[in-house]
């Protein structure tokens, strides 16, 4: 008698497990389908802003400002003495980049 409970106790708890498992799995297909969805929404916004960047794309670039009076103009090269001065990298660059800082 006591194995004929045993069984039983062992069919319920297999039925509640079985019940349990088709209940999640309904919820995790709920929320796959609702991802889905959204996924969806997001790649038709992504399309639209694309082909928006591409109209911007092919639309002619403006052309280049003169550069405003009292600034440096940007396509002429300076010559700058470095000797001496604080620097990183070899004494034999090619090319030196110099910072000009007011520290007040």
Known sequence: MAQQESGRASIVAALILGVALVA????????????TVQLSGIKLALADTMG??????????????????????PNRRYTVETKGSPAKGPATAKVKLVEFSDFQ
């Open 52 to 73: 928006a960047l591409q109209k911007v794309a092919q639309a002619r670039p403006a052309a280049a400002s003169p550069p405003r009076a009292g600034r440096p103009d």
């Open 24 to 35: 999640a799995a309904w919820i995790v297909k709920g929320a796959v389908d609702k991802t």
